[in-house]
């Protein structure tokens, strides 16, 4: 089973609202990554967390808060967006950070900014 | 550092057409390299990898080998059907960045 859930499918939300991105895998891998991906374009990485702890952050804005409350969950906490960052926010597990170790990739949610 | 560069399309074919989408790389040391596809919708699945070099990756009728001396990973399938039309990034993960750094995409559309 190679497979990454994410909820919700479809985001809709003001620029003062908060809402949060969740994402799980039962793989039992310990890296876990969040990307931005625009229309047409490649996924760009902005967090990655290998066990547990935040490892890489891609100069992100405040605004996105991630948090991985155990190996198994990553959530991306959103606050105060700009309608500049509608896009699919993917995320993506791995059994570790090696070079040959594959990312899985889940169905995305797609984030509209009003 | 590391960087990707693909064929950008769109690439338009028949229903059992010969399809090659030719990448590219350039990183240090020995890089993984992936092939991922993203239907219409939906996140990216893996399509195939090699982590070596002259490994050739295979999955659903599709192949791509790693070739070190052209530093390429060009992707074919030799009869193309219509549920493969899509998005194809190619991925190289290298050195000591373990990011994944994806060429820019290439849509395919295969007509009947």
């Known amino acids: 089973d190679t497979e990454v859930t994410q909820t919700p499918k479809h985001l809709v939300m003001g620029m003062t609202n908060k809402k949060s991105l969740k994402c799980e895998q039962h793989m039992g891998h310990r890296a876990m990554y969040w990307y931005k991906q625009k229309a047409k374009k490649p996924p760009e990485l902005m967090f990655v967390?290998?066990?547990?702890?935040?490892?890489i952050n891609e100069s992100v804005p405040s605004r996105f808060s991630p948090e991985c409350p155990n190996s198994s969950l990553l959530n991306l906490h959103l606050h105060a967006l700009q309608p500049e960052d509608s896009a699919l926010y993917l995320c993506?597990?791995?059994?570790?950070?090696?070079?040959?170790?594959?990312?899985?990739f889940g169905p995305g949610t797609r984030l509209l900014v009003l | 550092g590391n960087s990707v560069t693909q064929m950008e399309g769109p690439v338009t074919l028949s229903e059992e057409a010969f399809l090659t989408i030719n990448c590219t790389y350039t990183a240090t040391g020995y890089p993984s390299l992936f092939w991922y596809v993203q239907y219409p919708g939906e996140g990216l699945q893996l399509l195939l990898k090699a982590t070596k070099a002259d490994d050739k990756g295979s999955n659903k009728g599709f192949e791509a080998t790693y070739r070190k001396e052209t530093t390429s990973f060009h992707l074919e399938k030799g009869s193309v059907q219509v549920s493969d039309s899509a998005v194809y990034f190619c991925?190289?993960?290298?050195?000591?960045?373990?990011?994944?750094?994806f060429g820019k995409g290439t849509l395919l559309t295969v007509n009947p």
């Open positions: 967390y290998s066990y547990e702890k935040l490892s």
């Open positions: 991925a190289l993960k290298g050195g000591s960045n373990y990011k994944l750094t």
């Open positions: 993506a597990s791995s059994q570790g950070l090696a070079i040959q170790e594959t990312q899985y």
